[in-house]
């Protein structure tokens, strides 16, 4: 399988940049617990995750280029309407770019996190089969 955004320096949007920036020095707790114990410095089978990375016309909580995969920490606002919508537009448009979307709410990160990152994992295994990538 090709990876779709390869070509193209997988969708990066450098409008966003200063943004994620300031969304960077501002993770929630539990995107912050997400980043300290799974996914900084290639701690999650090697494969390395960026934080707060523009993507289309978005901004992607944690990213993994080479798979193409996507991990959003929502918290009570992505349960409002206004909020979900945008969310499910957002999804909708990062999966036709080829991303896997993972989803995950505030409390799963911060009262299980064992179980989400054996989830990532399962992903990163999945996503390798599909491309024919080795592990780093």
């Known amino acids: 399988m090709d990876i779709a955004g ?7 949007n450098k409008n966003l940049k200063n943004f994620a920036n300031k969304l960077r020095k501002n993770m929630t707790k539990a995107e912050a617990c997400l980043w300290k114990y799974a996914l900084r410095a290639g ?12 993507v289309l016309n978005y ?3 944690f990213m993994c280029k080479e798979l193409l995969i996507i991990i959003e920490v929502d918290g009570l606002t992505h349960q409002w309407n206004e909020t979900y919508e945008k969310d499910r537009k957002k999804e909708k448009e990062l999966e036709l770019a080829g991303f896997k979307i993972l989803k995950f709410q ?3 990160v911060l009262n299980n996190i064992n179980n989400v990152i054996m989830e990532i994992e399962d992903c990163v295994v999945k996503r390798q089969k599909e491309f024919g990538t080795p592990p780093p």
């Open 43 to 54: 701690n999650l089978s090697n494969w390395q995750f960026a934080r707060q990375r523009p």
């Open 106 to 108: 505030d409390e799963e």
């Open 59 to 61: 901004i992607a909580d």
């Open 6 to 12: 390869s070509k193209n320096n997988w969708h990066y």
